[in-house]
Each structure stands twice: as structure tokens, then as C-alpha cells.
């Protein structure tokens, strides 16, 4: 067997925003490994598509899905609660569902902070705690949380959402160091650009993002995840060139900021 791989049907991968972009992909690539797959994400029409889709491309394996927002206090509580009255027993946790914002904070709705630290930081710690407490209970498992490249960017109109992929970052490498000596691994992945709908991209500019290298596909970063995720990594950087650029993000101020800035203001929404 190829690492991750495991018998058909004998472990069950949980992942949530899971109907389109980088969590579809998790689901397939999880599905191909042999898991049974748990999908959740909040729009049902979408999810039920993307489930039968996994479904018909893996028969051997079973498929759930579950429409839920889990941008909420008690999100991380209810999915875990829905999953133990199921009987379903998760091996892997993959916390992928995500909120992107590009606003000045000050024009940030209340309720969009909200739902973005509720998502990115109370429902992932939740979800952590309670599924490993489980895993360490039948021996170990592995979660896996999607933080994000932003966090080396310290970007006007990103600061809730570099703000609150930092903690799931700073959260997941602490918290891997708390749980590695009892059998569960974590392992945070900060992605740059995926050409995905997150960002609001057309299709032709995902198209051309991923021609000049300046996007990855969803394909490509789920299957690096992934690989890190088996390895026991900490944190990762899917893109080795991306990583280059870290020591410059760090610096970027000044001219070049106000530059940026001021180019950059009319796509805030």
C-alpha cells in the first residue's frame, strides 16, 4: 500500500467544507486511500452533489454527507454529537471549511467577524478537542487544519481573516506537541493562492493564475496536504517556491505597502 492507505472501508475520514474546492478534492483523495468519508458543508445542493460524485468514483467505500453550518458557537459540539449517535468514528479530521474576507475591519459587519472566528478558531479547536480526545481513547488518528499563507502578510483588509488563520496555525503546532505522545498527529497547512471560488476568481483567472504559477490546482494542494498530514508534519507550505517569499511578506511596509493598498482598495468587498 501507497502511505495513507489504509483497507477499504476500515477507516472513516471526516471533512468539512467539503462540497467544491480543496475539501471536494480531500474527499476524493481520501475515498481513493480506502476511507470511509464523512462530508460536511453548509450548502446541501452542492454537498449532495459533491458526495455522489466521491460515491461513484469509490463504491467500495461508504459516503455520508451532512449539510451544516458550522459557523456557529456550537457547531464543534453538534457535529460530534451527530457523529457518535451515528455510530461513526473518525481516523481523520480534516478542518477545511473556510470564510475568506478582503475589508477593512472597520467595514466589516459584526456578524461576518463573528462567524469567521467561529469557524476558522471555536469550531476547529472544538472539533480538535473532542475527536481527539475520541482518537487517543482508540489508539490515535491524524487531523489536519487548513491555516493559511496570509498569515505571513500583514495586509490591509486581511486582518480578520490572516488574523484568525494565524490562531488555527499558532493552535495546531501547540496542539500537535500536546497529543504526539499519544498517538495523534496535527498538522496545519498554509496554503497560498489555490485556484479556487474562495477569492472570488472567474475560471479564466483561476485558468491563468495556475498557467503562470501564481495559483496552485485544489488537486494538487489536497494530495501535498495530504502527504504531510501521513508524514507527521507540523505545519506546511504545500508550494516549496511560495516558501521563498515568507522572509519578504515579513518585510513588505512602507512605499510598497501604500502602493498595494491603494491598487488594491477597489476589490475589497
Not at 486582518?159 to 495546531?172: E, G, I, M, N, T
Not at 472567474?202 to 494530495?223: D, F, H, N, Y
Amino acid at each position: 500500500m501507497k502511505q495513507g492507505e489504509v483497507a477499504p472501508a476500515s477507516k472513516t475520514a471526516l471533512v468539512t467544507g467539503a462540497s467544491k474546492g480543496i475539501g471536494r478534492c480531500y474527499a476524493l483523495q481520501l475515498a481513493a486511500a480506502g476511507y470511509n468519508v464523512v462530508m460536511v458543508a453548509m450548502n446541501e445542493a452542492e454537498l449532495v452533489a459533491a458526495a455522489e460524485e466521491v460515491r461513484a468514483a469509490n463504491p467500495a467505500v461508504a459516503v455520508r454527507a451532512l449539510a451544516k453550518d458550522l459557523a456557529t458557537p456550537e457547531a464543534g459540539e453538534e457535529l460530534f454529537a451527530w457523529t457518535e449517535a451515528e455510530g461513526i468514528k473518525v481516523d481523520v479530521l480534516i478542518n477545511n471549511a473556510g470564510i475568506f474576507s478582503f475589508r477593512d475591519i472597520l467595514d466589516t459587519p459584526v456578524e461576518r467577524i463573528e462567524r469567521i472566528i467561529f469557524l476558522h478558531d471555536l469550531t476547529a479547536t472544538k472539533t480538535c478537542r473532542l475527536y481527539a480526545a475520541d482518537m487517543i481513547a482508540r489508539g490515535g488518528g491524524r487531523i489536519l487544519n487548513m491555516s493559511s499563507y496570509s498569515i505571513w502578510m500583514p495586509y490591509p483588509g486581511l486582518s480578520l481573516y490572516s488574523a484568525s488563520k494565524a490562531y488555527l496555525k499558532s493552535f495546531s503546532v501547540a496542539f500537535s506537541k500536546e497529543v504526539e505522545d499519544r498517538g495523534v498527529t496535527v498538522t496545519a497547512i498554509c496554503p497560498a493562492g489555490i485556484a479556487t471560488d474562495l477569492y472570488g476568481l472567474s475560471p479564466r483567472w483561476q485558468r491563468i493564475g495556475v498557467k503562470i504559477g501564481v495559483l496552485m490546482t485544489p488537486e494538487s494542494c489536497a494530495r501535498r496536504s495530504l502527504r504531510a498530514m501521513w508524514r507527521g508534519r507540523r505545519c506546511k507550505v504545500p508550494d516549496w517556491w511560495f516558501r521563498l517569499f515568507i522572509p519578504f511578506c515579513r518585510m513588505l511596509s512602507g512605499p510598497a505597502m501604500r502602493g498595494l493598498r491603494s491598487y488594491t482598495m477597489k476589490f475589497q468587498k
